[in-house]
């Protein structure tokens, strides 16, 4: 009964407002209502839920995107470090590096250059420059690839050689011993 008749009383007066004072109000009048309301619930709210508030922190709402964050940082890092690499910033990857505070800081001081370029490079109608930075970053990209495949084909055909070099332990075409047997299959 406790709840019961707060509840009641509070629907009848709700209706009361609905139906017969509500139609005959002016906009500006409902506006002014509408808005104190609001604020009044939001300040209820907040009164009621103090302890909840007071818990809670603005990272747990990074907490659901929080991959996504990281992704986006490694992304970052690692395209910065290629362009490092590969537009001859400090030596290229050959080199060294001496602190830890120039390895950190090297990616971003190369994009930093490329920027303040890239903001002070003037339009030019000429040819000369082979289609602008477009061209340059293609160039760099394709300079980076055949990089990555020469790489990659120098350790395939090491591996091998490698492999034919255990193989034939330095003999040509000896066929290996058959296990338990003590002689060559090719010796049957």
């Known amino acids: 009964m406790q709840l019961f008749l707060p509840t009641l009383i509070t629907v009848v007066i709700a209706a009361i407002l609905a139906f017969l004072v509500i139609p005959r109000t002016g906009a500006l009048i409902l506006a002014s209502v509408s808005l104190l ?19 809670s922190t603005w990272q747990n709402g990074l907490g659901a995107n929080a991959s996504f964050i990281i992704l986006a940082l490694a992304i970052v890092f690692i395209i910065s470090s290629i362009f490092y690499m590969f537009t001859g910033g400090g030596g290229g990857a050959a080199g060294a590096v001496n602190t830890v505070q120039e390895a950190l800081s090297a990616p971003f001081e190369a ?14 109608t000429t040819n000369t ?24 084909s120098n350790v395939a055909s090491n591996a091998v050689k490698a ?3 255990v193989v034939n332990n330095g003999r040509k075409n000896m066929s290996p011993l058959i296990p338990g047997l003590g002689f060559r299959a090719s010796e049957i």
Not at 111 to 124: G, Q, R
């Open 163 to 165: 492999t034919n070099a």
């Open 37 to 55: 309301a609001l604020i009044a619930a939001g300040i209820h709210h907040y009164n009621l839920f103090y302890s909840e508030y007071m818990l």
């Open 129 to 152: 420059n082979k289609g602008g930075l477009f061209s340059n970053a293609i160039e760099t990209v394709t300079k980076a690839a055949n990089a990555v495949v020469n790489t990659a």
């Open 111 to 124: 994009m930093t250059n490329s920027m303040e370029k890239t903001m002070n490079a003037e339009p030019s």
